[in-house]
Nanobody
Framework: QVQVVESGGGLVQAGGSLRLSCAAS????????MGWYRQAPGKQRELVAT???????NYAESVKGRFTVSRYNGRNTVFLQMNSLKPEDTAMYYC??????????????WGQGTQVTVSS
């Protein structure tokens, strides 16, 4: 069973930086995508940034130029470097992993979430 664990959230002032980490274990197949989603109170969960096999990255428009997603080379670990944080970035951040034995047979896994709070 794949397990996903995040770390690195916290409280930061607007304009500051945080780095989130996510590690996936129990991966007996292929990790196709790892990345981050977030959910603010009263809002739907939304994509923040993802890394996909082959090195492709995808970002929400609201974080482009401020956030960077990267994968630790050769490991099932992904980072989210968040710079120039804004109060509207405040949310619970969830790590996401798409894993399976083949591209057409995958499952989605989620971490428990790590809170990011940006004060104005």
């Amino acid at each position: 069973q794949v397990q996903v664990v995040e770390s690195g959230g916290g409280l930061v002032q607007a304009g500051g930086s945080l780095r989130l980490s996510c590690a996936a274990s129990g991966t007996t197949g292929i990790v196709y995508t790892m990345g981050w989603y977030r959910q603010a109170p009263g809002k739907q969960r939304e994509l923040v940034a993802t890394w996909s096999i082959g090195g492709n990255t995808n970002y929400a428009e609201s974080v482009k130029g401020r956030f960077t997603v990267s994968r630790y080379n050769g490991r099932n670990t992904v980072f989210l470097q968040m710079n120039s944080l804004k109060p509207e970035d405040t949310a619970m951040y969830y790590c996401y992993v798409k894993h399976g034995r083949a591209a057409y047979v995958t499952s989605d896994y989620w971490g428990q979430g790590t809170q990011v709070t940006v004060s104005s």
